[in-house]
């Protein structure tokens, strides 16, 4: 059974709120049903940074703020045999390094997933993964690509769905948000939420490479696998990258995963 539990707006944005009580109706749900909460993979395809020392003093939080509500609540499911994964984030669009995976993907216990592209690397926006699944380039493949974007020292840009990528100096255009359309080979096809009705459309992002690696769990489960083992068959099927791509220990591997 699949359970689609929305808690983001049409932005793609939320609330802590909204994420916790649809974390605490699953619960209920599986309670109420009497099904086995071992036996189930959570997948959040959402995050947020945890603020640093500047940023909590500006919010009025203590420096070093955790996000304790929603941590403990995952906690919880994953103490009633949950396995719980969740996407690193894309806030490396601009960094030479990436950045540590958001909240809740950071946290103990949570695989977090991070993005690779074609060419089995980190994708430029991706954030660190413990590992990584396919989730689009964020860049051309070549110089005739026609969403590349090219920066003044030559280079390119790296581009995600929804960052604003206008003139500098000038207000950005609706134009300028980057979507996948009309360079297919970057992305990844996924099913989205549009004009009223499912659909599946191209896209990038950590968001989208999550679902893969539920997938992957929810075979682990199928197959007979103990709870504890599900995370150990996903990493020992992981096909292995250069660690300096920051994706952890590997792409994800069907095949290997499940080799008979």
């Known amino acids: 059974d699949i359970y689609l539990v929305r808690v983001l707006a049409d932005d793609a944005c939320g609330d802590l709120n909204s994420i916790l009580q649809g974390l605490q109706w699953f619960q209920e749900e599986m309670k109420r049903t009497k099904q086995p909460m071992e036996k189930t993979v959570i997948n959040l395809s959402l995050g947020l940074n945890r603020p640093d020392a500047a940023e909590a003093v500006a919010l009025g939080l203590p420096p070093g703020s955790e996000v304790r509500t929603l941590q403990a609540k995952i906690q919880e499911l994953m103490e009633q045999g949950a396995t719980v994964v969740a996407a690193a984030g894309n806030d490396s669009f601009d960094k030479a390094v990436a950045d540590p995976a958001e909240i809740p993907a950071q946290d103990k216990g949570v695989i977090a997933v991070a993005a690779s592209t074609i060419n089995n690397e980190r994708s430029c926006y991706s954030n660190e993964g413990l590992l990584a ?17 090219v920066g003044p020292n030559g280079k390119p840009i790296c581009l995600v769905p929804g960052q604003i990528s206008s003139t500098p100096g000038l207000p950005p255009k609706e134009t300028d948000r980057w979507t996948c359309e009309g360079d297919e080979t970057l992305c990844v096809v996924s099913l989205v939420w549009r004009n009223g009705k499912p659909q599946f459309a191209y896209w990038v992002g950590t968001s989208f490479a999550t679902p893969m690696v539920s997938g992957l769990a929810a075979l682990a489960i199928e197959s007979q696998q103990p709870q504890q083992n599900i995370e150990e068959v996903i990493q020992t099927g992981v096909t292995p990258v250069d660690p300096s791509e920051s994706i952890g220990l590997g792409i994800i591997n069907v095949d290997r995963s499940f080799p008979n």
């Open 133 to 149: 699944a396919p989730g689009g380039n964020g860049v051309g493949l070549d110089n005739k690509s026609a969403n590349k974007k």
